[in-house]
């Protein structure tokens, strides 16, 4: 990073990294036609497979998504939701950019039920009494971005399953700062931007579909780019046909949900990232975090803040309920030059690799004591 900037919110945006910097310079001296670049520096099918590594997820079960909210909302449609009779289950610490979604399935004919938070987790038990035979999805983050808490996604895809539910997860505050393997875990789709842990940017994420769970939806994308093959029969030259065009799908996550161009500075930058997180260990960089998690844990309450996050979630995220906070904390945050997320009544703290125990100390002595 440039300056002096502590900078403790990974979970909002991820700085570049001068690595990633120096890929994004490479693939616009590319498009601006510079003869020491003769080649794209990376290949879409290369980020997908890193990234499908990272997951523990089949190269043909992942397909680009312009944002994690897109590829929730492929989800919703391929399994014709809303729909008339169908239950969906969700809780209060899914994204809230999701809760909206949820409501408007329920004014369009869908039953949903909302589970609540009992001490900023969400029980299984819980879970188990919401499930109906007709319940048709779970829907849920696998760590919430509001406090952290993380689901036991095995548990809640068994109990899911054996009701004849399918589960979809938000891995946005999961994929590449927790250890994910998807196929152990049973999930059937899952979805991410790139901005954040991925150390991505804007504009481009991923959206992973079982094998399994790819024969369960129907086909509601159309896109060029999930092509398998096609032939013309309409330019000049080309070999007669009774219709314009014969064509296939790819029997894969791309062939299914792929539309069109996708943000190729954002995949140059990812060829990058995915490297450097796969070269640190993600088990490593959760290590990192969470020694300076568990000091924040451990100090804030002594300062008087209440957490929000559950002492035992293994995420770098803290957040901690503030009434006003954003009055009380804005001006000494910016005046220290601290970045965190401060919402109306409440702040977190999302630190990365590049943050040390000095940064800590230094947004523990500018927060002072709750007033």
Same mark, same amino acid.
């Given at each position: 990073?440039?300056?002096?900037?502590?900078?403790?919110?990974?979970?909002?945006?991820?700085?570049? +990294?001068?690595?990633?910097?120096?890929a994004?310079?490479?693939?616009?001296?590319?498009?601006?036609?510079?003869?020491?670049?003769?080649?794209? @520096?990376?290949?879409?099918?290369?980020?997908?497979?890193?990234?499908?590594?990272?997951?523990g997820?089949?190269?043909?079960?992942?397909?680009?998504?312009?944002?994690?909210?897109?590829?929730?909302?492929?989800?919703?449609?391929?399994?014709?939701? @809303?729909?008339?009779?169908?239950?969906?289950?969700?809780?209060?610490?899914?994204?809230?950019?999701?809760?909206?979604?949820?409501?408007?399935?329920?004014r369009?004919?869908?039953?949903?039920?909302?589970?609540?938070?009992?001490?900023?987790?969400?029980?299984?038990?819980?879970?188990?009494?919401?499930?109906? @035979? &007709?319940?048709?999805?779970?829907?849920?983050?696998?760590?919430?971005?509001?406090?952290?808490?993380?689901?036991?996604? =095995?548990?809640?895809?068994?109990?899911?399953?054996?009701?004849?539910?399918?589960?979809?997860a938000?891995?946005?505050?999961?994929?590449?700062?927790?250890?994910?393997?998807?196929?152990?875990?049973?999930?059937d789709?899952?979805?991410?931007?790139s901005?954040?842990? %991925?150390?991505?940017?804007?504009?481009?994420?991923?959206? #992973?579909?079982?094998?399994?769970?790819?024969r369960?939806?129907?086909?509601?994308?159309?896109?060029?780019?999930?092509?398998?093959?096609?032939?013309?029969?309409?330019y000049?030259?080309?070999t007669?046909?009774?219709?314009?065009?014969? #064509?296939? #799908?790819?029997?894969?996550?791309?062939?299914?949900?792929?539309?069109?161009?996708?943000?190729?500075?954002?995949?140059?930058?990812?060829?990058? +990232?995915?490297?450097?997180?796969?070269?640190?260990?993600?088990?490593?960089?959760?290590?990192?975090?969470?020694?300076?998690?568990?000091?924040?844990?451990?100090e %804030?309450?002594?300062?008087?803040?209440?957490?929000m996050?559950?002492?035992?979630?293994?995420?770098?995220?803290?957040?901690?309920?503030?009434?006003?906070?954003?009055? =009380?904390?804005?001006?000494?945050?910016?005046?220290?030059d601290?970045?965190?997320?401060?919402? =109306?009544?409440?702040?977190?703290?999302?630190?990365?690799?590049y943050?040390?125990?000095? &940064?800590?100390?230094?947004?523990?002595?500018?927060?002072g004591?709750?007033?």
């Amino acid at each position: 990073m440039i300056g002096d900037i502590c900078h403790l919110d990974a979970g909002s945006q991820h700085p570049i +990294s001068r690595g990633a910097h120096a890929a994004i310079d490479a693939y616009l001296r590319y498009r601006m036609l510079d003869p020491a670049v003769a080649a794209a @520096p990376f290949s879409d099918a290369k980020v997908r497979a890193k990234f499908a590594r990272l997951v523990g997820a089949g190269d043909d079960e992942i397909a680009f998504v312009a944002s994690t909210t897109a590829g929730e909302q492929m989800v919703l449609r391929g399994l014709g939701l @809303p729909g008339a009779g169908a239950h969906i289950i969700s809780d209060e610490l899914h994204f809230f950019g999701s809760l909206p979604l949820y409501e408007e399935m329920a004014r369009q004919g869908c039953s949903v039920s909302w589970l609540k938070a009992r001490a900023g987790r969400i029980e299984l038990d819980d879970l188990r009494r919401a499930l109906r @035979p &007709d319940t048709r999805l779970v829907a849920l983050s696998l760590v919430s971005t509001v406090n952290g808490f993380q689901h036991d996604l =095995k548990a809640v895809c068994d109990l899911a399953h054996a009701s004849g539910a399918l589960v979809y997860a938000d891995i946005i505050h999961a994929a590449g700062c927790i250890p994910l393997d998807l196929k152990a875990s049973g999930v059937d789709f899952a979805a991410c931007a790139s901005y954040k842990w %991925l150390m991505g940017d804007f504009g481009l994420g991923f959206l #992973y579909a079982s094998k399994a769970a790819q024969r369960r939806l129907r086909r509601t994308e159309y896109g060029y780019y999930g092509m398998q093959s096609f032939e013309s029969h309409i330019y000049p030259f080309d070999t007669p046909g009774e219709r314009p065009v014969n #064509y296939a #799908y790819a029997d894969s996550a791309e062939g299914r949900f792929a539309h069109g161009t996708m943000a190729h500075g954002v995949m140059a930058h990812l060829d990058h +990232s995915l490297d450097y997180i796969a070269g640190l260990g993600v088990a490593n960089i959760q290590r990192h975090n969470s020694a300076l998690v568990a000091q924040l844990k451990e100090e %804030l309450p002594k300062l008087g803040y209440q957490l929000m996050t559950p002492p035992e979630s293994q995420a770098p995220i803290v957040t901690c309920v503030l009434q006003d906070a954003r009055t =009380k904390l804005t001006p000494r945050l910016k005046a220290a030059d601290i970045r965190l997320t401060v919402s =109306k009544h409440r702040f977190r703290a999302t630190p990365s690799v590049y943050n040390t125990q000095a &940064d800590i100390d230094k947004l523990l002595a500018t927060l002072g004591r709750a007033a």
